[in-house]
């Protein structure tokens, strides 16, 4: 699994590609999010420490 570390601000503050099952990632203070992605998806992306993400929330769908 690739795992980003994400601050408050969106900004990546650790990246760890391909970690391990059972492999921890170090504490990051300033980290508020941990995004997990399918392996290989932060060098697909070229994503780095540094880079700033957005999302938006996406509503659950209702029941009829």
């Known amino acids: 699994v690739d795992v980003l570390l994400i ?19 170090p504490i990051y203070r ?5 995004l ?3 392996s290989g998806a932060i060098v697909a992306t070229g994503t780095a420490v540094g880079d700033r993400l957005t999302w938006k929330p996406v509503a659950a769908p209702h029941e009829d």
Not at 30 to 34: E, I, P, R, S, T
């Open 7 to 25: 601050d408050e601000t969106g900004t990546v503050v650790g990246a760890y590609a391909d970690l391990p099952p059972g492999k921890r990632t």
């Open 30 to 34: 300033g980290a508020h999010f941990a």
């Open 36 to 38: 997990e992605l399918p």
